[in-house]
């Protein structure tokens, strides 16, 4: 569909040094082009197959062969062995758009099942009258709430995520409290809201029952197009190790209690605030503050164990994503109740913000006591499973 096309690709020179140290990226074109900007011959690269996917099947993803015949032309990108960085900067980037087609990915099987709910009319809801759409009935109304609220919450933060990401680009050089910042959330931007699209996309087919399994409504591509997003751009585990041994062990938890302690006084505030949904969210807030305090001196009292780390490194970031995701809700339902306070003729969309905002602190944040319970009491158990024994 195009003229040329053009391949990043990494690879070594022949004296490179050993291991991540000697990786180059290049430019390789399809067709190789003249001085003057004109197509010559075909390059040494060739396509050998597009692979079959269980989803993302409009993206076509393919086995290249470079170099097979007389050797592929590549132009260096940058210096030479410098590969490596150059790749850590395009993925900072690269991540944090996987972790926005995570959110894109949940909003659009959201609509699809609100719409499908409103639709779809099967047995009398309690306190409905015949004819009444499944949307009536208590548990479809408590999963499409569920899931508005949390991506409500993982959009707030991916905003202030990007925000972040901008003041560390765009800022003197010096300012390093933007780049720690956002190299924090980086990783728990594209782990959490990508893992959350599972069940989120998972949740939009369960709304529309037996349909949702049938290819005609179109829900079910969602939740296969989601499945590669906690996978590609480094799956959640390589996330994980990121945030845990760069992000939290490395600088003994400096950066992450920075943004715990920035939370914690924004919560204090608003404890106090005289709206009950936004104080008892706060309050819970702050018993969620310390819990995650708790698992972060886990952490770092059993640092010099790895493995007990790595175990349980996904737990911390799904929970510290479930925290973050708390402190949007908190904020975005304290400014929604600021707003019906203000106003003679409220909004829907305030009212629902600030109701959205207690069930994201009362159905989604308790999920990190949970996590918390396994980080603290269940890593050894599983460092006690021999791999061996998995496959008798
Ligand atoms: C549709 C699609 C498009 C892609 N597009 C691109 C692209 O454009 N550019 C590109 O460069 N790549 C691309 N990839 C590759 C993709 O980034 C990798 O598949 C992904 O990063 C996972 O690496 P892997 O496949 O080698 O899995 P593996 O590394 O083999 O992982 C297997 C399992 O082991 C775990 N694991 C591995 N290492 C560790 C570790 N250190 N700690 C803990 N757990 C670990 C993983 O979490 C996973 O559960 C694409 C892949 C697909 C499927």
């Known amino acids: 569909m195009a003229e040329n096309i053009i391949h990043l690709v990494l690879a070594r020179t022949s004296d490179a040094p050993e291991g991540v140290k000697g990786i180059s990226v290049f430019l390789v074109p399809k067709f190789n082009v003249k001085p003057d900007g004109n197509l010559s011959d075909r390059n040494d690269v060739t396509c050998l197959s597009i692979e079959k996917k269980l989803g993302v099947k409009g993206s076509p ?20 062995n410098n590969g490596l960085q150059i790749m850590f900067e395009m993925m900072n980037h690269a991540r944090f758009a996987v972790g926005i087609q995570g959110l894109s990915i949940s909003e659009r099987a959201f609509q699809q099942a609100v719409h499908y709910a409103n639709d779809r009319v099967q047995g009398i809801p309690i306190d409905s009258q015949k004819g009444d759409p499944i949307i009536h009935h208590p548990d479809v109304l408590r999963m499409l709430s569920v899931m508005k609220s949390e991506i409500e919450a993982m959009r707030a933060f991916s905003i202030y995520g990007g925000f972040t990401m901008d003041m560390a680009n765009h800022l003197d050089n010096s300012d390093i409290y933007w780049q720690e910042r956002s190299s924090l959330l980086v990783p728990i931007i594209k782990g959490w809201l990508t893992e959350r699209s599972l069940e989120i996309t998972s949740q939009a087919i369960q709304i529309h029952g037996g349909m949702g399994f049938i290819e005609e409504t179109g829900i079910a591509q969602h939740f ?169």
Not at 61 to 80: H, M, N, R, S
Not at 314 to 335: D, E, H, Q, R, T
Not at 339 to 365: G, Q, R, W
Request: proline residues 2%; negative net charge; charged residues 20%.
């Open 224 to 392: 296969r197009d989601a499945r590669i997003l906690p996978i590609y751009e480094g799956t959640t585990a390589i996330q994980a190790n990121d945030l845990v041994f760069r992000k939290t062990i490395r600088d003994q938890g400096k950066s992450v209690r920075l943004l715990l302690n920035e939370i914690q006084v924004e919560m204090d505030t608003l404890s106090t605030e005289e709206n009950s949904i936004v104080s008892k969210s706060a309050k819970t807030m702050i018993n969620a503050l310390s819990t995650t305090e708790n698992v972060i001196n886990h952490f770092l009292s059993t640092s010099n164990d790895q493995k007990r780390s790595a175990v349980s490194g996904v737990n911390y970031l799904m929970m510290l994503g479930y925290v973050c995701g708390g402190w949007m809700m908190v904020i975005s339902g304290s400014k929604a109740s600021e707003e019906i306070s203000n106003s003679k003729n409220p909004s829907n969309f305030m009212k629902a913000k600030l109701v959205s905002a207690d069930i994201y602190i009362t159905h989604l944040l308790p999920k990190i006591n949970s996590l918390a319970e396994t980080i603290i009491q269940g890593d050894e158990s599983v460092l006690a499973m021999k791999p061996e024994w998995l496959s008798n």
């Open 61 to 80: 993803t393919a086995v290249l062969q470079f170099g097979e015949k007389d050797g592929a032309i590549g132009y260096l990108v940058g210096e030479e």
